[in-house]
Every structure is written in structure tokens, then in C-alpha cells.
């Protein structure tokens, strides 16, 4: 099936495939352009297969069991057989039944049984009826396209630093996790667990992760997933940096550069799956997701993803099975705070997998700059381009001479300058270019919102320097210009760094996603230190480095889950989750002291010191109330008292602030507004109960929903039911976490029908895509339905949506002759931002009810698209809770 790559033709360098989870391609276009720009790219070709054969892996502490037995080859046996017999049946049914010339690209036995193959030599025009064959073969469950997973994305602050002059990164992170008193006085170091990495790969031979590779060493396992023939180096040896960087924060350990991660003791795998530079494919992270399993991992670390996704993505769905096994998995939640609600990423989204949100970090070193004659105000900035290239140089900083956004051409010369420029209206390189053309050196942008700013203004036509600073800082610049009464200041950038206290310090990151789950699921789980963290990169990068990131808070989680392991050896792996949240630590929100929302930090920051000495446990561990339709309004939850002695526990409602992602019509926004109006809980049984050692108490909790918000609306509260023990002051308060939505969420918009979507279109001779348009239901243009010559349907999704049908529909006849081949299950939302949709080429062809594929002769036809509301399974045309768009008509002529 080929896929169209649409973009305005004026805007042909700016467009770029999205990174997401959704089996359908994403890209970027302006809708306000009447006509497009076609370009040909290469259609799916790599699949994953499914069969029905269990896999033969086992729970983890059964797996251990045998081995020790000596049992474990034997009992397993029987089932490889049986696996290895499918996949050798399948292949023979390629070469003979087929005769389809496909590549193996990787082999799944052991968490899943399947096989990835490529079948680029198959003809894009016969590639359909090649599939709906494998799909109808016995045994074969699913085919699904692979999905293309681009590189972890962080931000880098700076490298090179010392370590030895850096006191506020990692150790003041330690004090705030309990991380330094789960060191010092319960002597936790997390010796003995292995953790697996799966990354970009680690620099072994750096001092911090023990210098070398295999038996003795710090990383003793992995497997290049990449270039595992090519490669000069053993194991999983990395050439990026972001992999370095999450094994410092687990385990770095070295007292030469006196610097420690979580874990200092633990041992480390090292499996790399992404490429120097590019993206990579979710079947080469499940081949090293079974390579962890068969590794004998304890803790598998995943600071990947991105994107809205749900838990039945292939990918999901194996480290849920990881998980399951014993296994404990840790995924980021993702780093697109700035698009609104429901961005979880896969894998992080299946409910057996911690999913972690990012906290700020206190405290950065940063490169800086001075305001000439007030050397008290000390300005930082981070981007990688400008970071070791400024010197001791001064410049002056003036406005632009018209417009704060800097959006539009310049009436006078900037020659020499550096313009400060507010964000907003058009993007960086738009602003840049206008600053360039008028002369100016370089540009200083400044957030229009609380945080920092990472601009983007890396454009090859760009030529001068730029970089973001903090609204504060903006502002701290605007009023040194109206003090001096001059239209240009002087600023001196310095070429030492300096230390710096993160204004956002103990907040949720902005970049970190947010929450809920495509089903209202509670997600993220937790949170941990994430932004401008200091840890290892590769020896020839620097050493050591600052970044930014969920990327960062995931390896935090998996390094306090080691140590909760080490203390605990016999703790049941799938309790690992429920510990750390019932003892977190929720963040409050900006300015206030009323926690932030749950659906942003989950349980809050981890506190591994709380989480291990922490005898009261509760089930369940946090509570999905859903929306007003299904919640019920009142929940259980059991609480045991572990201690050794009697003790009284006080019961408290620390409601969180509530939070409206969506439009007036259930469309997700990218701003997400607070309100303090809150749920109410009534406690059954009283507000205290009291438990002898050992005794489990059934509590009965009701919830009544927030009364001051509009139930339309779809406001998301939230909050957390504490437990504090009253007799002994030592023993740290527990709680559950709660989140639910007011209102109906099978009332948000599905598909976006406003702004001119979803839009049909069709190539003009000069390979142009132009909306096709009929009158009074007669087409007014036709397609042969060859090569580029076909027609594709551009959409927006707007709430992650369980299934999408695409029905052709017989104009004359009006019947429904079958459905579109189109893989349609399981889409995350596109998001907010105006310029993203899906594409579904279409080239005539058609599947019947019987499940074969056939090509339409001439006529006339429309396609009917149907979407499923939440919660609702039908895609029937004529279904209940639905969604529909009809196409214009259109006709096909060979």
C-alpha cells in the first residue's frame, strides 16, 4: 500500500514525518494551502507476525527454580518445538505456497511468538493480496506493519563540565528521592540486581560504569541489535550518548570523579537498538527486550516512546508480558508535555509497566551571559550550537523594530546585533530568517510561558546563532532596556560555566506528557527527577553532561527499584510498582500548595527511603475512577499493617487540582487549564482506624464528584487518599492516588470535522495533491487508480481511538461493497497542533466480507469513514456511539 508524503509546497522544508506509536503515517501540512506538493515514499514492507503457539518463556521464579534443578531446558522443550515447527511451516509457506522473495529480519520465542519479515521485493500492487494470504493462513493471528521508532529525544544543556565542581546535580536529586538516606543508614547500593538498558548502547570503557566489558565487570551483558556483525566492539557500545547518560543515573559509580548514580552496585546490560543517527524499528526493541528476559534481567529500563498510544501495540504488549514474568519494567511516559492530554507512548502505557513522568531538577551548570553594568543578573542558556562557541564576547541586544514575535520582515538595519525576541505566532527559523535578513548576528529568544525555552532555529539556510532563555529572564532584559532609556544594552557572554537554581526546581517538567490513559487509565504511575540532570556520556562526548528528558526519571525509577529489590529479595515483582507509589511524594502545583494533577505526576516523586522501610501496604495502589458513566462512586481498599507493633492510622483527602485539556466540542487543547474546585470523599468507616500487627482492614471510600465545573466540559480531577500512622511519629505516611473525569467522555470529538477535514485528494499531471470536490453527487474529476494516480484521505483524530473502518461505498447502487485495506486498530490521537493528520492512500482496491481483496472497475464510489466513540466496540455503519464522514464521489476510470 503506498503511502503519499503531502506538504505545501511553500512550506516543502518544513515538513516532517511525526513520531508515533499509530500504525498510520503521520505528516505535517497547513490546511489554508489550496494544493500540495505529492511525493512518493516507499510503502510498508516490513511486518510483524503473530502466531498462536504459546511462547516459551516462563515466570521468572519458576525459570529460577528449574534452572537450579537443572530442569529448565527440559521443560521448556516441548514448547520451542512446537514454536520453532510454526515458524519453520510459515516460511515453507512463503518459499513454495507464496513464492514471495522476503528477508527475516528477527525470530520471537520466548514473550511473544512471532517473526519480523521484510517484503520489499513484493510490488506495492500485489503487497495487499500477499497479506490478506499470511492473514488467512492457520495459525497466523495478526500482521501488522512495523512502526518506526525515532531516538530518544532530549535536550542537552551542555558537556565537558567537571565533575568534581558540580554539587547540585545528581547528589541534591538523592536527597530529595531518599536515595542518599537509603544509602547512608540502610546501606543500599543495589548489589546483586542486573538491569537491562535498552538504549543507544553504553561506553563501558568510561571510569563511572567500570571501564570494561563481560565477567567482573560493571556492564557484564548485551547485544548490538544494530550492527551486531559489524561492530569492532562487543556488546551494546554506544556512539550517541543517551544510553551513557541513563546508565550513569542507574549506576554510575566512581569516586575519582566523585560521582554516584541510584544503584552504584548493580549490574548492567547493555542492549543497543538504535542506529549512530536514524530511527529504528519496534521489532529490533522486542529482540532486545527476549535477549534481556534470556539475560536473566531483573529491572528492564526503556527510555523510549513517544507519542499517543494504547497497551496493544506489539511493542506494548511484550514488555507487558516481561512484566508479567517477573520482570520488572520501566518505560518513560514521553516528552510532549506541550500537545495536551492522552500523549502516553508505548510501551510505557500497558498497565503492567511503571511509566514515569519528569521532575525538575534544584539545581544545573550552565553556559551564561551578563547584562553590562548589573553583574548580579546572571542569564543561562543551553543549546547545543552555541554552547562552547561564544567565548568572552560582547554584543548588543536590541528589539525587533515592530513586532515583539519577530513574524515579520524588518524596516531597519540590525547590523551587528542580537535581537531578543518573544515566542509565538511562527516558528523560530521564520523568526531567525527575518533577523538574519536584516542584518542581525544572532538571536536571544524568550518564552512567552513559565520554564525554559529550547529553540529550534537549526535550519540550513540559517546562519546566525540562536538560543532560548526563560520568560523571566525575557522580562529581566525588557526592563534593563526601558531602564537605560536606550534602544540597545550590552550583554558579555562568559566562557566559564556557572552554577544555577532551576526556577521550576520540585515541578513537573513541562516537556514530560501528560496522562490519562486512551481509556482513562491512570498514567504516568510516578515521577522522578528528570529535568537538567548530570550523568555519564561517552568518554569522546565529554564524559559527562547535563540533559533533560523523561529519558532521565525512567533510569531514576529502574535505580530505586533495584534498591527496593536488594532490600527486599523476596517482595513479588509485580508488588515493585505498588511500593513505590503508595510512599511517593506528590509535587505541588506552581505558586500553590495544592498537589498538581495526577494525570501529570501520577503518585509524585519517588521516595526509595519511605518505599523500603514503609511496613503498611495497601490494595489496590491507585484507583482509575473513569468518567461519570462508569464510575462507582464507591471503592474499597484493603489496608495491612505490617509493622510489628499496633498501629493507628489518620485518613485524609488530599485532593489535587483539577484540570480541562479539551475544547468546548471534546477536542484535546494544548493548554491545559487548573482549577482548585475538587472531588469530595467521604470515609465510611470513619477517619481513623486502628490495626494490630499483622490485621488487614477493609476501607470503604466514596467519591463525590466536583460540583462547580461544567459537566460538559470533561474536567479531569483528582487526588490522593493518605494514611498517616499516629502512634510512632518514625513511620512514614502512605497513600492511593485517584483520577477520574466529570462528565461523559464518550461524548469528546473522535474525528476532527472542523477546518476543513478530514479532505480527500487527488494529484493534478504536475504531481500536485488537490482536494477533490463533487456536485449534486457527480464527480468532477477521475483516477485511473494506478501508480500516483490515486487518491488519498487526509484526517485528524483528535481522541485516541480504538478502531477506524474506512468503508467503499457504490454511489449508483448506494451499498456498501466492503472495506478499505487499512490497518486502523489501536490509533493514538494525532494532537493539538493544526498541521497533523493521517494519510490513507487508497488505490481502488477493496476487502469483502469474505476477506478477499479485489479491484473496483469503473464507477463511481465513495469512501465512509467510521469512528467508535470511547468505550464503544461497534465500527457497524449503522452502529450506535459513532462518528461518520462521508467522501466526496469518486470516479474511476482506467
Not at 493462513?137 to 532530549?154: A, E
Not at 544509602?183 to 543495589?190: E, K, T
Not at 461523559?744 to 482536494?771: A, C, N, Q
Not at 465512509?864 to 469518486?890: L, N, Q, Y
Amino acid at each position: 500500500m503506498p503511502v503519499i508524503h503531502a506538504v505545501p509546497i511553500e512550506k516543502r522544508l518544513q515538513a516532517a514525518p511525526d513520531n508515533t506509536q499509530a500504525p498510520l503515517s503521520v505528516w505535517d501540512f497547513e490546511s489554508d494551502i489550496p494544493f500540495f506538493q505529492a511525493f512518493a515514499a516507499a510503502p510498508p514492507s516490513s511486518f510483524l507476525i503473530e502466531f498462536d503457539q504459546p511462547a516459551t518463556g516462563v515466570d521468572r521464579q519458576e525459570r529460577v527454580r528449574l534452572e537450579k534443578q537443572g530442569e529448565f531446558q527440559e521443560q521448556t522443550a516441548g514448547r520451542l518445538a512446537n514454536v520453532a515447527e510454526q515458524h519453520s511451516n510459515f516460511q515453507a509457506f512463503l518459499n513454495d505456497n507464496l513464492n514471495v522473495d522476503y528477508t527475516l529480519r528477527h525470530e520471537f520465542f520466548t514473550l511473544m511468538n512471532g517473526m519480523s519479515i521484510d517484503l520489499q521485493s513484493v510490488p506495492p500492487t500485489q503487497l495487499p493480496h500477499i497479506l490478506e494470504q499470511i492473514r488467512s493462513l492457520p495459525g497466523v493471528i495478526k500482521v501488522s506493519p512495523l512502526i518506526s521508532l525515532n531516538q530518544p529525544k532530549t535536550v542537552l544543556h551542555g558537556t565537558g563540565f567537571d565533575a568534581l565542581a558540580v554539587s547540585p546535580e545528581l547528589s541534591t536529586a538523592h536527597e530529595q528521592t531518599g536515595v542518599l538516606n537509603a544509602r547512608n543508614n540502610l546501606h543500599l547500593l543495589g548489589k546483586g540486581i542486573k538491569i537491562g538498558i535498552i538504549d543507544t548502547g553504553i561506553d563501558y570503557t568510561h571510569e563511572a560504569l567500570g571501564g570494561c566489558y563481560g565477567p567482573r565487570c560493571k556492564v557484564q551483558y548485551g547485544s548490538d541489535f544494530v550492527d551486531p556483525y559489524g561492530s569492532k566492539t562487543p556488546g551494546g557500545y554506544d556512539c550517541v550518548g543517551h544510553g551513557t547518560h541513563v546508565a550513569g543515573i542507574i549506576a554510575g559509580n566512581s569516586t575519582v570523579s566523585n560521582f554516584f548514580g541510584v544503584a552504584p552496585q548493580a549490574t548492567l546490560g547493555a542492549y543497543r537498538v538504535f542506529p549512530c543517527t536514524g530511527t529504528s524499528k519496534d521489532d529490533i526493541i522486542i529482540a532486545a527486550l527476549e535477549q534481556a528476559y534470556t539475560d536473566g534481567m531483573d529491572i528492564v529500563n526503556l527510555s523510549l516512546g513517544g507519542g499517543s498510544s494504547w497497551a496493544n501495540t506489539a511493542l506494548s504488549k511484550v514488555a507487558g508480558t516481561l512484566a508479567s514474568m517477573g520482570v520488572v519494567v520501566v518505560a518513560a511516559i514521553g516528552n510532549d508535555g506541550e500537545l495536551g492530554l492522552e500523549e502516553v507512548s508505548s510501551p510505557s502505557i500497558n498497565p503492567s509497566t511503571i511509566s514515569v513522568a519528569s521532575f525538575e531538577g534544584s539545581g544545573y551548570l550552565a553556559n551564561y551571559f551578563e547584562i553590562e553594568g548589573v553583574p548580579d543578573i546572571r542569564i543561562d542558556y543551553f543549546d547545543p550550537d552555541t554552547t562552547n562557541a561564544m567565548g568572552d564576547t560582547t554584543f548588543k541586544v536590541v528589539l525587533p523594530d515592530h513586532d515583539p514575535e519577530g513574524c515579520q520582515q524588518y524596516s531597519k538595519s540590525m547590523e551587528g546585533n542580537v535581537v531578543l525576541i518573544k515566542r509565538g505566532s511562527c516558528t523560530f527559523v521564520k523568526k531567525a530568517e527575518f533577523a538574519q535578513q536584516a542584518g542581525a548576528v544572532g538571536c536571544i529568544f524568550y518564552n512567552n510561558v513559565e520554564g525554559g525555552l529550547h529553540s529550534k532555529s537549526d535550519d540550513p539556510s540559517i546562519h546566525i546563532f540562536g538560543h532560548g532563555i526563560t520568560q523571566r529572564q525575557g522580562q529581566l532584559i525588557l526592563d534593563q532596556l526601558a531602564t537605560s532609556n536606550k534602544a540597545s544594552i550590552n550583554i558579555n557572554y562568559k566562557d566559564k560555566k556557572g552554577v544555577f537554581k532551576n526556577e521550576m526546581a520540585n515541578q513537573i517538567s513541562i516537556f514530560s506528557s501528560w496522562g490519562l490513559g486512551p481509556e482513562l487509565e491512570l498514567k504516568p504511575d510516578i515521577g522522578a527527577p528528570g529535568g537538567y540532570i548530570y550523568s555519564t556520556v561517552p568518554v569522546n562526548k565529554g564524559s559527562f553532561a547535563t540533559m533533560s528528558g523523561t529519558s532521565m526519571a525512567t533510569p531514576y525509577i529502574a535505580g530505586s527499584a533495584a534498591l527496593l529489590l536488594e532490600s527486599e529479595p523476596t517482595i513479588d515483582r509485580k508488588d515493585v510498582l505498588g511500593r513505590l507509589q503508595s510512599y511517593a511524594k506528590p509535587g505541588l502545583y506552581k505558586n500553590t500548595l495544592i498537589p498538581d494533577s495526577v494525570a501529570r505526576q501520577g503518585a509524585g516523586m519517588v521516595n526509595i527511603f519511605d518505599a523500603v522501610r514503609g511496613k503498611a501496604f495497601v490494595e489496590p495502589t491507585h484507583l482509575g475512577l473513569n468518567d461519570t458513566l462508569h464510575t462507582k462512586g464507591t471503592y474499597t481498599i484493603a489496608l495491612t499493617n505490617h509493622y510489628n507493633s499496633a498501629e493507628t492510622f489518620s485518613l485524609t483527602h488530599v485532593p489535587a487540582m483539577s484540570v480541562l485539556g479539551y475544547t468546548p466540542n471534546g477536542q484535546p487543547s494544548d493548554k491545559v487549564n487548573y482549577n482548585e474546585t475538587t472531588a469530595e470523599i467521604i470515609f465510611s468507616g470513619g477517619r481513623s482506624v486502628h490495626l494490630e500487627s499483622g490485621e488487614t482492614r477493609l476501607l470503604e471510600i466514596q467519591f463525590k464528584q466536583p460540583t462547580g465545573l461544567n459537566v460538559e466540559s470533561h474536567w479531569i480531577y483528582s487526588g490522593y487518599i493518605r494514611m498517616e500512622p499516629t502512634l510512632n511519629a518514625d513511620f512514614p505516611a502512605l497513600q492511593v492516588p485517584y483520577a477520574g473525569m466529570l462528565g461523559s467522555y464518550s461524548t469528546v470529538d473522535i474525528l476532527d470535522l472542523e477546518e476543513g477535514f478530514p479532505v480527500l485528494l487527488g494529484p493534478t499531471k504536475e504531481g500536485r495533491l488537490m482536494p477533490i470536490i463533487s456536485r449534486n453527487g457527480q464527480a468532477l474529476g477521475s483516477f485511473p487508480m494506478t501508480r500516483n494516480r490515486i487518491v488519498t484521505l487526509a484526517l485528524k483524530i483528535s481522541n485516541p481511538l480504538r478502531s477506524l473502518r474506512v468503508f467503499v461505498v457504490d454511489v449508483a447502487r448506494k451499498s456498501i461493497l466492503g472495506m478499505a485495506p487499512v490497518e486502523g486498530n489501536y490509533l493514538g490521537r494525532t494532537d493539538s497542533v493544526k498541521a497533523k493528520f493521517f494519510v490513507m492512500p487508497w488505490s481502488g482496491r477493496v476487502i469483502d466480507s469474505y476477506g478477499e481483496v479485489f479491484k473496483l472497475p469503473d464507477g463511481d464510489y465513495s469512501l465512509m469513514v467510521i469512528a467508535p466513540k470511547p468505550f464503544s466496540t461497534s465500527s457497524d455503519p449503522d452502529g450506535a456511539k459513532r462518528e461518520s464522514w462521508v467522501s466526496p464521489v469518486i470516479r474511476i476510470r482506467q
